[in-house]
């Protein structure tokens, strides 16, 4: 900063300087000459060079000889700047808001964009990372396109002999493993990876090794590599861990390598972000794994292909049969003579961050407005205290001092203003950062990790403290250069001072009303997204999740399929557990479904109803046991809830939901009952299941997902491997202690399981809405921010206004206006400020807040509601900023201000 | 030559007559009877550090010899400085005679 500064400054005087050392030294020189010819009688070429050599570097004469100035420049800037701190001491309430809008202006820019940086544009930690790029395929058919982020494990085979744009062609399935036998079993985020992972990634591990890749890969069946993390957590940080044996999901397998502590893998699945990945297990999934797509493809391009030309190669491949057999594409399968399969590739960190990369970009618009904001009134109050200050500058120029010296002053007091501001914005982002960053839940924004303020964000916090000097500091002290200052002034101040300066007031109302657009702009966003937000937070999910007699607690496991190898098994453990959970303390009613709603797991295929045309439509399809509606609170509309009678020898039957009679039964839900139904994944191909009641439409995966048809059916009567995720529900005034109970009779039962999970419903729908009350209330945090500062500015021009205009106001009072004159005339022109505002900000917003669309639930991004009520309550805010200064004006003595001149 | 002498010496010169660099150097020189010669790699940055503290003044005039050369006068902050100088020199001077002059 200094050498910037100083070079800055200097520049100014430097070219005189040179030219007047210039000229000093060739004189000198000749001089020197002529002696050195009249004593000795050198010849005058003689002589010259004579005199030249003695002289000596001509350039380190004159570095030399500008060093006192640089260091004197340096001096006067210092002495500028204690001006200025002296000045800023003076001043108080101006410095104390200069400072905080500076402050907040700069400390909610640096917050946002240190997370903004860190979520989407700092490198992944992986050497090349441009290079990693994700595989999907897209099928286009006439009804549209369809994009499949999975494939089979047939195609990643096909693929990978033939591409020649990568490098590499790896493999993932995210899994959930059980750790066992290293204390409490543990459900931990795994990866089944193919041999090449680590080496399409890039990475070593810190002890031990990466997985054998080609012909040797064999060895390492069994093998596998953990996360830093888990190794100083679970493994005790053992330094000989490399060779030990560790116990996942109930087989032993032999860590080969510890990865670096900066390592970390997200694999990133539709929604948000699933947690970094602990076990990486060896696969390399054998030919029986059929047609279902469960992998992840993961490339490295070769350095210098470009993504467009790699995705022509894989489309070619995916599109010969040979290579990728019909059906083995992704998980709808069959490949009509009419679709075409594309594969398309993403880079890795764009893919991991496509989620929040629109929320991203729109805050860090918001907080570029906050700034502007600020700015704009700074130099606003700056422009106000130039004018009650054009006294002082004016006998200082009449003294002597430059334009340009006085230029430098206050651009120096500027600098200062935005250099102090800007660190302590920057304190206030690192607060701010700390204090939220954990709030925030891991669905709304990946790699949080990545969030700090380093070297690459507080250059950009520089970047705009400079920019920010530039806009509080130019406006005024271009305005020196005008006509308004000057020698001639500086005696007759005292008589400018009532008139008023009818160009500065001018800008700066202007300045005010863009403030003010620029504020309702912020603020209707925000608007928006709070109507949206009680609009969603209004919805019911269709089941009580708390109410008089308690509220309903989860607890979830998933069964592994070393120790539940069938249905018997797993119907076996859950009724067991059951059984014991009803007679808890405080459990009122209990059950068991395969797929909570608001949970993780949602389980959904086709359907048919004997006797009518195949739907098109999917549902859900849960499996549950007796009192689960009870248990839920989801009311029975007709016939009847499971019973223990319903069990696996006894008919099929099932429980259908609302939607479904609404679609497929115009006589109502009694014209169901009776009915046939079946379900399946891919087909509806199950058993036929007879209806015996109707209950209740949820929303089983979110407050913002439309009401799916549900067809429930008794978990004893299933014979799929679904029912291996269960999830215990139980009413309850105690959740904490039943918590405890059900993790008691979990481990009797089965004492290797892990819990996934544990949460009540209410945390379960609160979680669900996270992402949208996070947004809200950002967006309101910077609007309210925003709405601050620009109150401060209407406030400072009308308190500034007024007191130019005493003497005026005295004059109107002597002659007979009565207080509420003077209130009107001050009011009506800060009226006047605040509507042109608002209208340019109208017009604004109406353009502005279709980015925010895909946010908005049930709302239009011109919401009439939100536009009103926010219109209005900037306009009260504004009037209210104007009318402390109006009282004052009121009491004016009319008497006083006219002795004053 | 004794760090600080340098500036005092110009001082002195300047306060006889305003003079260009040249003229400054081999007035130095002749009075000293060559003993102190005045190098131009240190003659110019010190004119410059006069300058900038305002004890001299630089204009561009006509020499004797009809050159156009840059002349340095004295101002007043810098007879007063000369003064100074001159004092803290003489004490400083007698202080080492004195301890020479000891043994």
């Known amino acids: 900063m200094g050498s910037v500064l100083r070079r800055l400054l200097f520049f100014f005087q430097r070219n005189q300087f040179d030219r007047d050392l210039e000229g000093e030294l060739r004189s000198h020189e000749e001089m020197k000459a002529q002696a050195l010819a009249d004593a000795d009688g050198m010849s005058g070429d003689e002589a010259r060079a004579a005199a030249r050599r003695r002289v000596g570097n001509p350039l380190r004469l004159r570095e030399q000889s500008r060093e006192p100035w640089v260091f004197a420049t340096i001096e006067a800037f210092a002495q500028d700047v204690r001006h200025a701190l002296r000045l800023m001491r003076r001043d108080p309430a101006f410095t104390f ?57 047939v195609s990643y085979e096909g693929l990978r002999p033939h591409v020649t744009a990568l490098d590499h062609l790896a493999a993932y399935a995210p899994i959930d493993a059980r750790l066992t036998g290293r204390g409490e079993p543990m459900q931990v985020p795994a990866l089944d990876v193919s041999p090449n992972f680590f080496a399409t990634l890039g990475v070593t591990p810190a002890r031990g090794r990466a997985f054998l890749t080609g012909a040797a890969a064999p060895d390492d069946d069994g093998g596998a590599i953990v996360s830093d993390r888990l190794w100083r957590t679970s493994l005790r940080a053992d330094p000989a861990i490399v060779g030990q044996s560790i116990t996942v999901d109930g087989l032993p397998r032999t860590v080969v390598g510890v990865l670096p502590p900066a390592f970390s893998f997200r694999p990133v699945i539709r929604i948000g972000a699933l947690p970094e990945v602990d076990i990486f297990l060896l696969n390399r999934w054998p030919g029986d794994t059929g047609t279902s797509a469960f992998l992840f493809l993961l490339g490295r391009m ?116 935005s250099v102090v501001g800007a660190s302590l914005g920057v304190m206030l982002a690192q607060v701010a950062i700390s204090f939220t960053l954990p709030l925030v839940p891991q669905s709304v924004l990946p790699r949080l990790g990545g969030i700090v303020i380093d ?86 999910p269709g089941f009580e999740s708390s109410g008089g007699d308690g509220v309903v607690q989860t607890v979830r496991v998933t069964l592994p399929e070393d120790l539940y190898d069938g249905p018997d098994r797993m119907h076996a453990f859950a009724r067991g557990v059951l059984d014991r959970i009803q007679y808890l303390p405080g459990v009122t009613s209990a059950s068991v479904i395969n797929s909570a709603p608001f949970g993780m797991m949602f389980i959904q295929g086709s359907f048919e109803i004997e006797g009518q045309p195949k739907p098109t439509l999917a549902a859900g399809t849960p499996k549950i046991d007796a009192g689960y509606f009870k248990t839920m609170g989801i009311p029975l509309l007709a016939g009847r809830e499971f019973t223990a009678r319903d069990t696996a020898d006894a008919p099929n039957v099932a429980i259908v939901s609302e939607r479904i009679v609404r679609e497929y039964f115009p006589g109502g839900a009694g014209a169901a009952l009776g009915r046939r139904v ?103 945090l910077l609007a309210t921010t925003a709405t601050l500062i620009a109150t401060c500015g209407i406030y400072g021009l009308m308190a500034y206004a007024v007191a130019q205009r005493r003497r005026e106001i005295g004059v109107r009072m002597a002659l007979g206006a009565d207080r509420r004159d003077v209130l ?48 209005l309550l900037l306009l009260a805010v504004g009037l209210m900023a104007a009318w402390l200064p109006a009282r004052r004006a009121t009491r004016i003595d009319p008497c006083a201000a006219l002795r004053a001149e | 030559m004794l760090p600080g002498t340098l500036e005092m010496l110009i001082l002195k010169t300047l306060s006889i ?80 005679m004195r301890v020479m002059k000891t043994t």
Request: net charge positive; hydrophobic share 50%; proline share 3%.
């Open chain 1, 97 to 153: 808001t200069a400072l905080a809008t500076i402050a907040l202006g700069i400390g909610l820019n640096t917050a946002i964009f240190s997370v903004a940086y860190g979520v989407l544009w700092r490198p992944l930690p992986y050497p090349d990372p441009d290079r990693l790029v994700m595989i999907s395929s897209a099928q286009q058919s006439e009804t549209g396109v369809r994009t499949f982020s999975t494939w089979a494990p």
């Open chain 1, 302 to 417: 070769k350095s210098g292909m470009t993504q467009a030309r790699a995705e022509a190669e894989l489309t070619a491949l995916v599109n010969d049969s040979s290579i990728a057999p019909a059906g083995a594409l992704a998980m709808e399968g069959a490949r009509a003579s009419n679709v075409r399969t594309l594969a398309f590739t993403v880079g890795l960190q764009e893919y991991g961050t496509e989620s929040v990369r629109t929320l991203l970009l729109i805050l860090l618009g918001a907080v570029s407005f906050v700034l502007l904001i600020a700015c704009v009134n700074v130099a606003n109050l700056q422009m106000a205290r130039l004018t009650a200050r054009r006294g002082e500058l004016s006998v200082r120029m009449a003294l002597g001092a430059g334009r340009r010296r006085i230029v430098r002053q206050l651009l120096t007091e500027a600098v200062v203003l």
């Open chain 1, 455 to 540: 070297a690459r964000v507080m250059a950009f916090c520089l970047g705009l403290s400079l920019v920010s000097t530039l806009l509080v500091g130019l406006v005024p002290a271009l305005r020196v250069g005008g006509a308004t200052f000057g020698e001639g002034l500086a005696l007759n101040a005292g008589a400018t001072r009532t008139t008023g300066d009818r160009q500065g007031e001018r800008l700066r109302t202007l300045l005010v009303a863009a403030q003010i657009a620029m504020t309702l702009v912020l603020l209707i966003g925000a608007g928006l997204l709070i109507h949206s937000f009680v609009r969603l937070t209004s919805v019911s």
């Open chain 1, 678 to 780: 079946r379900v399946g994944i891919m087909s509806a191909d199950g058993e036929w299941m007879t209806v015996v009641g109707v209950v209740a439409d949820i929303r089983q995966q979110g407050l913002d997902q439309d009401v799916k048809p549900m067809i429930y059916a008794p978990f004893q009567q299933d014979r799929s491997g679904f029912i291996r995720f269960v999830s215990f529900v139980a009413r309850t005034a105690t959740p904490g202690s039943v918590v405890e109970g059900i993790r008691t009779e979990i481990r009797r039962a089965a004492p290797d399981l892990p819990i996934a999970s544990a949460a009540t419903m209410d945390e379960a729908v609160a979680a669900s809405v996270a992402a949208p009350r996070f947004r809200t209330l950002l967006l309101v």
């Open chain 1, 824 to 871: 009107r005339l001050v009011l009506t022109r800060a009226l006047r400020i605040v509507v042109v505002g608002l209208v340019v900000g109208l017009a604004g917003a109406a353009g502005v807040t279709r980015v925010l669309q895909r946010f908005l639930f049930g709302v239009t991004p011109t919401d009439p509601i939100a536009f009103t009520i926010v219109t």
């Open chain 2, 17 to 96: 007559e305003s003079m260009h660099g040249y003229g400054i150097a081999q007035h130095i020189q002749m009075l000293s009877a060559h003993v102190l010669t005045i190098e131009e790699g240190s003659l110019y940055p010190a004119l410059q550090r006069l300058l900038v503290k305002g004890w001299v003044l630089a204009e561009w005039k006509i020499s004797a010899h009809n050159r156009r050369a840059r002349f340095y006068r004295l101002t007043t902050a810098g007879k007063k400085q000369l003064g100074i100088e001159e004092s803290r020199f003489s004490q400083m001077f007698g202080a080492i």
